[in-house]
C-alpha cells in the first residue's frame, strides 16, 4: 500500500481556515486521496475525497497537487467541533493488491482548535 | 437516514467471559467491516463480511475471536475468553458496495475487561 505522511498534530484558532497536509510521494495512478476524522471517543467520520481534481463539499475542501505526490485538506472556518485527528488514506480503486477495502489508518494529525 | 449503529456502546466484562459486539450497516448496506483500536494506537482492519460470507479475517486473531453476518438481523462480532489485552474499541463500518466505496462509521463499543 501507498504510504502517506502527516504531521503529529497541528494547531488552529477558531474562525480561522485550517490547511492540513499530506504526502503520498509513491502514489499510484489509481489511488483514490481520502480523508477521514475521528473526534473524541467517537468513530472515524467520512469527510472527503478526490482523484486529481480539487474536490468541495458541505465539510471541507481538498486540494491535490499537480503531481498528485501531496494533497491538502482545507477547512475553512475551523470550530472547536473540527477538534480531531485527521487521517489521510489512500485506496486503490483497481484493487490491485486485492484488498482495496481495508481502510489502514496511520497516526493522523491531532488537530487543537484554540477558542 | 439512521447511520451505522453499534451497541452496546459500553461493555465490561470479566477474564474468560464472552462478549458479543452488535452491528447494524446503514440501510441498504450488504458490507460490514470490523476495526479495532487498541489504547493509543490506531484502528487496525480484522473483517470484512457481506451478507452471510465471510469475505477476508485476515486481521482477526486466530483464537478466540469471530464474526458473522447473518441474512436477518445485526453483523456480531465475538470473543470468547476475554483477556485484558482485549480491551479496546471496536467499530463497525458498512458500505454500500465493496472494493474502494466508501465506508461509514458507527459510534464504536468500548470493552474493558476486567
Known amino acids: 500500500d501507498a504510504k502517506t505522511t502527516q504531521p503529529n498534530s497541528m494547531e488552529s484558532n477558531e474562525e480561522e481556515p485550517v490547511h492540513l497536509p499530506c504526502n503520498h510521494s509513491?502514489?499510484?495512478?489509481?489511488?483514490?486521496i481520502h480523508w477521514y476524522r475521528q473526534l473524541p471517543s467517537q468513530g472515524p467520520e467520512y469527510v472527503i475525497h478526490g482523484l486529481t481534481s480539487n474536490v468541495n463539499n458541505r465539510m471541507a475542501s481538498l486540494a491535490i497537487a499537480e503531481d498528485r505526490k501531496s494533497s491538502t485538506l482545507i477547512l475553512h472556518r475551523a470550530t472547536l467541533r473540527d477538534a480531531a485527528v485527521y487521517y489521510c488514506?489512500?485506496?486503490?480503486?483497481?484493487?490491485?493488491?486485492?484488498?482495496?477495502?481495508?481502510?489502514?489508518f496511520g497516526k493522523g494529525t491531532l488537530l487543537t482548535v484554540n477558542p | 437516514n439512521a447511520g451505522v449503529m453499534q451497541n452496546p456502546r459500553h461493555l465490561v466484562r470479566r477474564r474468560g467471559q464472552e462478549a458479543r459486539l452488535r452491528c447494524s450497516p446503514m440501510k441498504g448496506h450488504s458490507h460490514v467491516y470490523w476495526y479495532r483500536q487498541l489504547p493509543e494506537e490506531g484502528l487496525k482492519f480484522m473483517v470484512y463480511l457481506q451478507k452471510e460470507n465471510i469475505i477476508d479475517e485476515s486481521g482477526m486473531p486466530k483464537e478466540r475471536f469471530s464474526a458473522e453476518f447473518p441474512k436477518e438481523g445485526p453483523s456480531i462480532l465475538r470473543i470468547q475468553q476475554v483477556v485484558r489485552g482485549d480491551s479496546a474499541a471496536y467499530f463497525c463500518a458498512s458500505s454500500l458496495q465493496g472494493l474502494a466505496d466508501t465506508q461509514y462509521f458507527g459510534p464504536g463499543t468500548r470493552l474493558t475487561v476486567l
Open positions: 509513491t502514489i499510484s495512478g489509481t489511488d483514490y
Open positions: 488514506i489512500l485506496r486503490d480503486v483497481k484493487n490491485s493488491g486485492g484488498s482495496n477495502y481495508k481502510l489502514t
